[in-house]
């Protein structure tokens, strides 16, 4: 679903990811670990045409996204994706949020669109809030309509930028369970996070980014059981003995 | 509900009581040195208020006017091209935009309007009258080179209220935007804008007040609004005080309501508040 | 691909010199076209930079006059700036409204009128002699001229002073008070200091409207940098175009640099960075 072949990406001077190889299968979700500066998000930016590559290939659902000749955003509605900061837009209704992609982007019209969102909005629990302004919901609940946001464009791939960590510790685990279910109906994610319970239960494989690279990448069990790279080993006592 | 009404009521009170008080405490202040005053100026108001007087001040306040207005949309027309000019990715563009305005904004406009008037315009060898072309009609030649520099010199203010405006819209909101798949000028229209807008429109009523004050510089180049309407019937009638008092009055007349607006307009417009 | 790993000495170097010479072709493009469209709308008009520019001393000397009159208006209209703020911020509700009609009134008034005000109308009824000071004779127009721009600058400074202490946040000014500190102590120690940082960058943009609100002093007959340029001005030296350009170059070297201070101590005193953060969680 997702190749990302010896991708190289300089900001200005600063090389920050310096040959990333990387293949998700259709379905699979695969967590990305590691210390903070180390390029986890701007490689999923990357990966949603946000930021440029100066060098490689990444190629979604056989999309060559850096190609001069691909349409960005043809190839945005096919990949989602949820930010720390959440950024909904301030100055729409809930409703408004989840349906401006549909209506303006994909053309349905608002009727359907409407659907769609009242749809999403159970589904992610808080149907009487279609018309609050995103300044009047708690951090966890901005969250989840940013999720239905991008869900409602029906997208092939999610990718997560740290969703949780702007959350107060009671909200996080609304947002989690809400992404394991999206797991469990074989979503394909890429999840940037710090919790390694949910990278433990919901991820078929675990990556460990250092200093712009892969530096290992296995399956969740042996991720933690037996790590072979020793920066993988140290960060993950440090963030087990937490 | 009664309860509430209650409340307000004596809220009510309480702010025209202080609103009282204060007109009370202005008009004694006022009161107390125009009597210090009038101790070694005879005041003549019944002379000032003469109609004919006045006749003459409300002409000079429709020029005011129309000169304010026509330079307010002439700047802002201007004002936004340099503004987008500032934010295009080519860097010439850029640049000449950052010394458009910085040149602008530097010099005083009593400066600006003299240059225009007297050194621009004698390179064009104006005369008392300029042809529009298209439209067939003739303008004042002052009041075209009037409008042209407040607008020209406006718009280096007005392209960074914009300019502000459009970038005070987080970069994250055309990245959410974008992700979901809009194109540049849709999340423009759908997300920057709407937002910046809000932004926008209290600092530009400022720019308005601004403009209406500039305006009274255009007296050097003898068009006849409300500043230059003054000094004239001092002039003739030699009641310093009285006229400028009361070409201070038109003044504030036009600019106190303006800045009342745009403070609620702050208020009301900012962002993300359910109405 | 070759890269350097860090930003060097010499790189900085070569990238100022880039900005400047970008910003050198920009403004000659603009000019090259201001030009063309002089030579294409422009009469047969003849330049006379040489003649005008033997003129210079005349300009020098108004400038100094200019000068003057904008450090004598930046000092009262400083003074009586804090005034104003401190009534603005008094805990009886009449002193502030007093103080706020007297800076609205002032701020919605063109500068003009409020110098033809204090000179035509105050100035008839208050009699100023003229006075000599270091040699150098002071004439009543002058002084009204700065008193005018002093308070009329102080209704802009009374404000910039106000929001700099209100933007210290509640919570300092209780925690100064819990450790027993009387007000202008709390102000002294605490308030100020940190006011300083929000009021700097503003108050050097008064200070340029204050040099440019000088150019009106003319009006009444100050002897300053405009009114030097307007006596040359005279249908025997018919080179207006350039003493007017001249005029505004005096200007711009006198305010440009105080403009770039303005920025340099925006971005230094981080009240951009800081600002856009409040924004971020907001
Ligand atoms: N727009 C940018 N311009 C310049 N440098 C950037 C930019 N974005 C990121 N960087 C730099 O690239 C490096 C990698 O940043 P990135 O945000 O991808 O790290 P991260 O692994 O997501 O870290 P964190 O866990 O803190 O979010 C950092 O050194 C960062 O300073
Ligand atoms: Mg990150």
């Excluded at chain 1, 701007?42 to 440029?52: A, M, Q, V, Y």
Aim: hydrophobic letters at 50%; charged letters at 20%.
């Amino acid at each position: 679903m997702i190749a990302v072949q010896d991708v190289h990406k300089w900001f200005g001077l600063l090389h920050v990811l310096k040959g990333i190889d990387l293949e998700i299968a259709q379905g699979e979700v695969l967590v990305l670990i590691g210390a903070s500066g180390s390029g986890k998000s701007t490689l999923l930016r990357c990966i949603n045409g946000l930021e440029k590559i100066q060098h490689g290939k990444i190629v979604v659902d056989e999309m060559d996204i850096h190609k001069s000749r691909t349409n960005l955003n043809k190839v945005r509605q096919e990949i989602g994706i949820v930010f720390q900061s959440f950024n909904l837009f301030p100055h729409m209704t809930v409703m408004k949020n989840i349906t401006i992609g549909p209506t303006k982007v994909k053309r349905i019209s608002p009727q359907e669109s409407k659907e769609i969102a009242v749809q999403l909005l159970k589904r992610i629990g808080i149907p009487e809030k279609a018309d609050f302004y995103p300044d009047q919901l708690s951090g966890g609940q901005q969250q989840r309509v940013a999720i239905a946001r991008a869900l409602a464009m029906k997208p092939k791939v999610m990718l997560f930028d740290e969703p949780t960590s702007a959350l107060d510790p009671e909200m996080i685990s609304e947002v989690l369970d809400l992404m394991r279910e999206l797991a469990s109906e074989k979503m394909t994610m890429v999840v940037v996070t710090h919790e390694m319970g949910f990278a433990r239960e919901a991820a078929n494989r675990i990556a460990f980014m250092a200093d712009g690279q892969i530096a290992e990448i296995a399956p969740a069990e042996e991720f933690f059981k037996n790590p072979k790279d020793e920066r993988t080993r140290r960060f993950i006592e440090k963030v087990l003995a937490v | 509900m009664a309860e509430m009404r209650v409340l307000g009521s004596s809220r009510l009170m309480k702010l025209a009581l202080r609103a009282l008080i204060l007109v009370v405490l202005l008009a004694l202040i006022i009161f107390g040195l125009y009597y210090l005053l009038s101790q070694s100026y005879p005041f003549r108001w019944n002379l000032a208020f003469n109609p004919k007087n006045l006749d003459a001040f409300n002409e000079g306040l429709l020029v005011t006017l129309q000169v304010s207005g026509l330079a307010m949309i002439g700047g802002a027309l201007l004002g936004l091209l340099v503004a987008l000019a500032r934010l295009s990715p080519f860097a010439i563009l850029r640049d000449m935009g950052m010394l458009y305005v910085q040149m602008l904004r530097n010099i005083p406009f009593l400066v600006f309007i003299l240059f225009m008037y007297f050194g621009v315009s004698k390179v064009f060898s104006a005369g008392p009258t300029v042809p529009v072309p298209l439209l067939d009609i003739e303008i004042d030649s002052r009041i075209f080179w009037g409008v042209i520099a407040l607008s020209l010199f406006e718009a280096s203010f007005i392209s960074e209220i914009f300019r502000a405006g459009i970038q005070a819209v987080h970069k994250t909101q055309i990245e959410a935007a974008r992700s979901l798949g809009m194109s540049y000028v849709q999340s423009m229209q759908h997300v920057v804008l709407p937002q910046a807008f809000r932004m926008i429109i209290p600092p530009l009523t400022g720019e308005l007040i601004a403009l209406v004050k500039e305006s009274a510089l255009l007296m050097v180049i003898s068009l006849e609004e409300l500043t230059l309407t003054a000094r004239q019937l001092v002039q003739q009638t030699p009641l310093n005080f009285e006229f400028y008092a009361i070409l201070a009055a038109y003044y504030l007349a036009i600019t106190l309501p303006l800045s009342f607006v745009s403070h609620l307009l702050e208020r009301k417009l900012a962002i993300g508040k359910a109405r | 691909m070759i890269r350097f790993e860090k930003r060097s000495k010499s790189y900085l170097f070569a990238h100022y010199l880039w900005i400047v010479f970008r910003v050198l072709v920009a403004g000659a493009v603009l000019f090259g076209a201001i030009y063309l469209v002089f030579l294409g709308l422009g009469s047969n008009y003849t330049f006379h930079w040489e003649e005008a520019i033997q003129f210079l001393p005349f300009f020098n000397q108004g400038l100094l006059v200019t000068l003057q009159i904008a450090i004598l208006g930046a000092i009262l209209a400083v003074f009586l700036g804090i005034a104003v703020a401190l009534l603005r911020l008094s805990p009886w509700g009449v002193v502030r409204d007093l103080a706020g009609a007297y800076v609205h009134t002032f701020r919605n008034l063109p500068f003009l009128v409020v110098l033809l005000l204090f000179f035509f109308g105050l100035g008839k009824a208050i009699k100023i002699l003229p006075f000599e000071f270091l040699g150098q004779t002071y004439r009543p127009q002058f002084i009204w001229g700065v008193l005018a721009l002093g308070v009329y600058e102080s209704s802009y400074l009374g404000e910039t002073f106000r929001a700099g202490i209100e933007s210290v946040h509640k919570a300092q000014v209780e925690a100064a008070r819990s450790l027993g500190m009387k007000y202008f102590q709390v102000l002294r120690y605490v308030v100020l200091p940190q006011a300083f940082r929000v009021i700097l960058p503003p108050l050097t943009g008064t200070l340029i409207a204050l040099i440019k609100e000088s150019s009106l002093l003319y009006l009444i007959s100050v002897q300053e940098l405009t009114e030097a340029a307007r006596q040359l001005a005279i249908p025997s030296r018919p080179y207006f175009f350039e003493f007017y350009t001249i005029l505004a170059c005096y200007y711009l070297a006198m305010v440009v640099p105080l403009s770039l201070l303005s920025n340099w101590l925006e971005s230094r005193l981080g009240i951009s960075r800081a600002s856009k953060k409040v924004k971020d969680h907001g």
